[in-house]
Nanobody, 126 residues
């Protein structure tokens, strides 16, 4: 098991910003590719962003490119998702997930991820 704990969700107005955090062990940060996924009501879970185990490469869904940034901090044992210029359609439960095989993450394929957190709710509304 790879414990992953998300935090930082909440209510924000359109155009605002939030930073989500995913707490994980330093081993997990070094070994697994870690991604952020989201699921809106009535929709399938979709990939948002991924960072490889070395932290040297990042990948984004087209819908969030230029607005979201994924990063990792080994000292704080965390992966972050900085979300700017938020839109109502970004409303969803956001999950942190880890993949042993990096291609599942880099291709933002939820069904290939091995470990999941419980999620944090982000609501974008005026």
């Amino acid at each position: 098991q790879v414990p992953l704990v998300e935090s930082g969700g909440g209510l924000v107005r359109p155009g605002g910003s939030l930073r989500l955090s995913c707490s994980a062990s330093r081993y997990a940060l070094s070994y697994y590719a870690i991604g952020w996924f989201r699921q809106a009501p009535g929709k399938e879970r979709e990939g948002v962003a991924c960072i490889d185990n070395r932290g040297s490469s990042t990948y984004y869904a087209d819908s969030v490119k230029g607005r979201f940034t994924i990063s990792k901090d080994y000292a704080k044992s965390a992966v972050y998702l900085q979300m700017d210029s938020l839109k109502p359609e970004d409303t969803a439960v956001y999950y942190c997930a880890a993949a042993d095989r990096a291609s599942w993450c880099t291709n933002l394929l939820a069904h290939g991820m091995d470990y999941w957190g419980r999620g944090t709710l982000v609501t974008v509304s005026s």
